[in-house]
């Protein structure tokens, strides 16, 4: 085991990851209540940020997975890290409510970024290749997951999506690291995670999960977590009555061996120490603790749920899909975009020769742009480009539906109104005499607009 505070050296990759307790959280209200146990100076960012990179750079991990870092404070941490070597990236996010996000450096000098990242609201993907053996490629899934504890089957969500992203991308080992926000003793993304589904009746914060959460597809990887679910270790506590293991390490243990895995705590006094006054404090400056483990790569290497046929994959809203493959591939959007924006033809028409080399002048700078990417964005431009004509294919048959229904109302409106309306007719004859004893039949309640079904929403 590696004690904290030492360096993670003597293996082919090391990895460590840290919630840094976002600077908002303890200014805040809720925070003032939460952290009134803590002194002042060792919630001010100042203080807290010195001890944070202290820590970072005495790791000398290869790769850093941050979460809860502030949009704003992040140059505070980018700064000396770049100094040291590393190179990063920090989450995309366009909410104003969610000031916070991930953030994931890597050392310039063994690891290349291979892929565009794939930002996700709670995940942040990057896939790292060796610098010396390319053959080396390991998604890295920086996780910080959905922290309402009723929620299970959202965070069991949140990691499938992240899995089946990679599905696009070819790699030969997998990391899945952060802040679960779920316990890894017992949880649904624990359950998922180790077996690749959710075992129906696990529990999670004392309660059985829902049981949609064992009908979310499965990830097909065989993954290890780094640390023991025996529950005598804990990385969050705010006071010492709460100690839970909220922080995970998953990875692909086919391809990635475990050679030594982070002690949480640098000697028993510091953990009695966190047990006897809780987090932050001087000598830990966030409310989590980091995890972290050193790996060697495997002799033998496959390629790892590789690129499936376009075709195959299936998605709910294909324009939303096209949207976020194309933020993913920012440096050849621009261009993507021109050489897909087809003119308007005629229709049922030939079109003129001059639109004829309009079109063959699109297609070819199409080809030429996806020459020149590497397969993985050639993958994810191809993508685009089916997404988008099921996006428009859908527009058109939208459309089309809604003009129907438009034709449908102003026939109804036009039709006379004394018209006898179309009743369906009784034959037998025992019905009939019925009808004649007991009176003429009762007529059908009118129906309640506002209760009317809209047609153009899907059936329940």
Not at 173 to 181: K, L, M, Q
Not at 215 to 241: E, M
Not at 351 to 363: F, N, R
Request: net charge negative; aromatic share 6%.
């Amino acid at each position: 085991m590696l004690r904290r505070g030492e360096r993670m050296y003597g293996a082919d990759l090391s990895v460590l990851s840290w919630n840094l307790l976002a600077q908002d959280c303890t200014s805040s209200i809720l925070g003032a209540q939460r952290y009134c146990h803590v002194p002042r100076e060792d919630l001010a960012w100042s203080n807290r940020c010195l001890r944070i990179v202290e820590e970072l750079l005495s790791a000398d991990a290869d790769v850093l997975c941050l979460q809860e870092l502030n949009f704003a404070d992040e140059l505070s941490i980018r700064s000396p890290l770049e100094a040291a070597g590393y190179v990063g990236l920090m989450q995309k996010k366009d909410d104003p409510k969610h000031p916070t996000g991930n953030a994931t450096f890597w050392k310039s000098s063994k690891l290349s970024c291979a892929s565009p990242a794939v930002h996700r609201s709670r995940v942040l993907t990057v896939l790292l290749q060796d610098e010396k053996k390319r053959e080396r490629c390991v998604a890295v899934a920086n996780c910080h997951l959905e922290g309402n504890p009723r929620e299970s089957l959202a965070r069991v969500k949140q990691l499938q999506s992240t899995l089946k992203q990679l599905q696009q991308l070819r790699h030969q080992a997998v990391i899945v690291i952060g802040d679960f926000n779920c316990e890894l003793q017992t949880s649904a993304c624990a359950s998922y995670l180790a077996f690749g589904f959710v075992i129906p009746g696990v529990i999670e914060w004392g309660k059985e999960c829902p049981a949609p959460a064992a009908q979310v597809p499965g990830h097909g990887y065989v993954l290890s977590s780094a640390y023991p679910n025996d529950g005598t270790d804990f990385t969050f506590t705010i006071r010492p009555n709460l100690c839970l293991m909220l922080d995970q390490l998953w990875h692909t243990h086919d391809s990635l061996q475990l050679v030594a895995r982070r002690g949480i705590f640098a000697d028993a006094s510091q953990r009695d120490f966190i047990l006897a006054h809780g987090w932050p404090s001087a000598i830990n400056p966030s409310d989590h603790l980091p995890i972290g483990a050193t790996f060697n790569w495997a002799e033998k290497l496959v390629d790892l749920n590789p690129a499936p046929k376009m075709e195959e994959l299936e998605v709910e809203d294909p324009q939303a899909e096209a949207e976020l493959l194309l933020a993913n591939t920012e440096a050849q959007r621009s261009e993507w975009d021109a050489a897909t924006n087809l003119p308007e033809l005629p229709k049922r028409q030939k079109p003129s020769p001059e639109q004829l080399a309009v079109l063959a002048c699109l297609k070819t700078r199409k080809e030429r742009l996806l020459a020149e990417l590497p397969e993985e964005a050639q993958l994810i431009l191809k993508r685009v480009a089916e997404l988008q004509k099921k996006a428009k294919k859908a527009a058109a048959n939208a459309a089309t539906s809604d003009a129907g229904i438009a034709a449908s109302a102003e026939k109804a409106k036009k039709a006379p109104a004394n018209a006898a309306p179309q009743c369906r007719r009784w034959g037998s004859e025992a019905e009939s005499s019925t009808k004649r004893d007991n009176g003429p039949p009762a007529q059908p309640e009118a129906p309640i607009v506002g209760d009317e079904v809209d047609p153009t929403m899907p059936a329940p």
